[in-house]
């Protein structure tokens, strides 16, 4: 409900003058029982607590105790700042990264962990803040600036990749199986130097997509990969180092520093469908 107007203080605080009473206590409570009009014409009662207040306000500081200030608080938070949230979140979230995250869990874990302080903000505050200043929403990728590359000649870097394919017949049984598709591009040329469908995506299967990509197009100077589990493993460390191949990954949970002109997933996922 909208404040009242000072001039509407004043006539509450004249009628604690002329109602009945021997106190004046007495007088604010039959003053508490009385309904007056707004200046939109709509009626108002007060409580007797609210009265006294203005009475002592209006006799301590005259008619500008009676104007309504805005809290100097206001908007800001009086016990944890949205700052400080912002870095009990930063610390939290690392610990989420392989399950699916909510607000009630990021709460709960910061309390547990003295990251915050229950006493100090409460779980309906916590939600409000997140909200209001978009605490959870995604970081633009740590506003890193992207710039496409590509290399000057074939050779020079392949692009390898996987995605899952469709689901076919195994043939074994009536049971259907997805494909995954293991594909190696030239950065250069945009030359496919090798596709293959596993039903497995393990070391075995890029081992042999690695040898056949590698009796088809030569042996590159570079092999950039993400740090999927296949791509890490010792085998192809030794395979890209007895050739004279340089392995290279790109940085942890940053799947767009592989972007080139287009994404060697995109170009993988279009081969996909063409094959």
Not at 93 to 118: D, V
Not at 133 to 142: E, G, Q, T
Not at 166 to 184: C, E, H, M, N, W
Request: aromatic residues 10%; glycine residues 6%.
């Amino acid at each position: 409900m909208k404040q009242p107007s000072v001039y509407l203080k004043m006539r509450v605080l004249g009628a604690v003058d002329t109602v009945e009473g021997r106190t004046r206590h007495e007088r604010v409570h039959h003053v508490a029982a009385l309904t007056f009009l707004d200046e939109e014409g709509r009626p108002r009662q007060f409580t007797w607590r609210t009265i006294q207040t203005w009475y002592y306000r209006y006799k301590n500081h005259g008619i500008t105790g009676m104007t309504q200030r805005p809290r100097k608080d206001k908007g800001q938070a009086r016990k944890v700042k949205p700052e400080e949230l912002l870095e009990a979140l930063n610390a939290a979230q690392p610990h989420f990264h392989k399950q699916r995250t909510n607000k009630r869990a990021l709460y709960r874990f910061c309390i547990e962990n003295g990251l915050l302080h229950a006493d100090r903000i409460a779980q309906t505050t916590f939600y409000r803040f997140i909200r209001e200043y978009d605490l959870l929403a995604p970081s633009d990728d740590d506003h890193k600036k992207r710039l496409a590359f590509s290399m000057k000649y074939a050779n020079q870097l392949w692009q390898a990749d996987t995605m899952f394919g469709p689901y076919v017949d195994t043939g074994l049984s009536s049971a259907r199986k997805q494909t995954k598709l293991i594909a190696f591009i030239d950065d250069a040329s945009r030359v496919l130097c090798h596709g293959e469908f596993f039903f497995e995506e393990n070391v075995d299967t890029l081992v042999r997509a690695v040898r056949a990509a590698f009796y088809k197009r030569g042996v590159p100077e570079q092999l950039l990969v993400d740090n999927g589990s296949i791509y890490c493993c010792q085998e192809i460390t030794l395979i890209c180092a007895r050739v004279g191949c340089i392995l290279r990954h790109t940085a942890v949970r940053d799947a767009a520093a592989k972007g080139s002109d287009r994404s060697s997933a995109s170009r993988v996922g279009r081969l996909g469908k063409l094959g």
